[in-house]
DNA sequence: TGCCGATGCAGAAACGCCTTCTCGCCATTC
DNA sequence: GAATGGCGAGAAGGCGTTTCTGCATCGGCA
């Protein structure tokens, strides 16, 4: 004998649908649906009754019928590549998290940067109705962006700025020109910037603001260039900035992985000790900067932080659709650890 | 005057349908559903005209009809906590390329491991009649099981077994075995464990691998217990095992970040050089391990891999639903680098 | 060359599931 | 007793797929 006689355990194999759930409850099917559209007009009796059926069948409203006739979904694609590196790893967890919490559910497109790529991607998206749009890696091409409007479907790109979407960025240039102060109070004349071939709007502001600033100032600096932002591409651009006797007192790399793999092959492969006879700065802030190793200063991202004003970006976005671009710009500031020290002269 | 007058750029503001790609392409709506579907009878002149009136107008198959009708999506539903740390973030991406690259579209639920977050969940991929779901962290309940079961929803957890459910797991306690032997190959006889307080299948599957195989060989292991299996539990874990007198004189932690913390801690805060005078094996291999610092001998646990198994396992679940849950079990592989030596003798 | 059968393509209708709108009824209150 | 408000039931709509039916064309055979 089953504990219950009331269901047979036959194999549904098969989502249960509202009209079981009326049947059950002894109620019309629209009753059911009011029910589960907070603020409809149905008695708190019956809306018990619905529900409690509704939970013993295990039923769960239809997603997809509803975002057909909703015209949309809750479903938020995030376009990105290679999300298990450095920052972005700590950007997709973010979003997600925060999307999540919105009540949106985060589709993650992890694909190339080549347009093609992009294209596919937001075929997917559109083909699932997706809210929102958010661009993590790669320019979209333009017939991206157009698209997007013409369906109505809010795109906000991370990182970099284009022409009709919406964006978050940081201050690189900025951070980048503090950097730079930073070392000159430190009286260092000989400057070093380790960056990568692989060029991004992000590290080209970085690079830029780092070197106009150190230019105005009078001061030289020596270019590194791995071949990507990561550990290998510092080692790299270490290889390049420490290979003759000239070498930098003072590096600012593009992001903190850049700056592991300088720092760890200038400890294997010189004799140079850090921060006594090369200072280091990095970007990001990642908790591996924190670790004892690196004890590394750097520029602090904040991931919860963008995450947010992404969300906020398409908040605004969705109530108002018909506003221009908007631009959200962010400041960093400096995190100071072992890896460069600031004189208590300079001033923030 | 526009490029061309043939589509005045008014805000559409809505996707269009395969009705408006019928009208402009002069069929009917149902051939329209044809020339997107594979293998369907329509002829090539018209599948051509319909293409071109498609390309032109924008138009996307709209999936989520598609799947009202399919009873399921091409979403699947990765459950995960904590998607940014360790290997844990190269897991995700490998599944999130592989799932696209079989043609599902991802879903990454960013969430606590408690029953209720998993409930909810649960509730959320059902919404959007999910392929799959496939937990990545946190312990699914019973009833989590039987209501996929019910639905005809795979379910596949990775890194430990669940009744009822199609798992992927590796052999953790193969692999705590095979690193007590390569100490005792070294001829050591006070080992140690690095582990958290927090313990998984999988970290409790490594210790007693461990412990078992040196117990077994009259070895003693001194334990030491972070708070979380991250850098800062490696540290505190450290800061146990090596308080006292009698310290190991090899460690195997119970992942790589662990042994990070740990040899950190080790580096800074006693005089034991690594490898001479302490021995350290980690477990996962994530790129960090292969750091010029850390330069960690660890088992390896290829993402890829695990992703591909979760895949297929996927692929033979949609093919014969009624079968008897599976039971993946992957090999690992010890990486040997400059941490822990293995000595000529050792056979692996 | 003409006719019949077979085949293939196109269109119409129904279905899947939910939401929303409208209509009607019942209950409550003045 | 009548009017009003609230709740329930039924129907339509949103979009793509699938099935069924009809029509036309092609080929074969007499």
Redesign the interface.
Known sequence: MDSNGDDLPKK????VSAVEVARKAGVSRSAVSRAFTPGASVSAKKREKIMAAAEEL?Y??????R??LA?T?R?VGLVVT???LGYR??L??AL??AL?HRGS???????GRTEEELVAAQ??L????AEATIILSGSPPSSFVE?AR???QPLIVLGRSETGADDVNIDNEGAGREAARVFLANGFTALGFAGTISRTPTTIERENGFCQEAAARGANVIMGHGGNSD?AGG?EAARQLFAGSDHPQAVFCVNDLVA??LI??V??HTSLRIPEDLSVIGFDDI??AA???YNLTTFRQDPAVMAAHAVALLDQRQAE?DRPPMHDRLNTHIVVRGSARIPASFKL
Chains 1, 2 share one sequence.
């Open positions: 549904t194999q098969h989502y295990g769960q409203v239809n997603d997809l019928a975002g057909l015209r979904s479903l290679n999300p298990e790893s700590h997709v967890a997600t998290k999540i559910v985060p589709i993650v497109i992890n694909t075929k997917t559109f083909g699932y109705r698209l013409r369906n109505g550990y080692q592991f793999g760890d092959h400890r294997r908790p591996e670790w004892e190793t659709p």
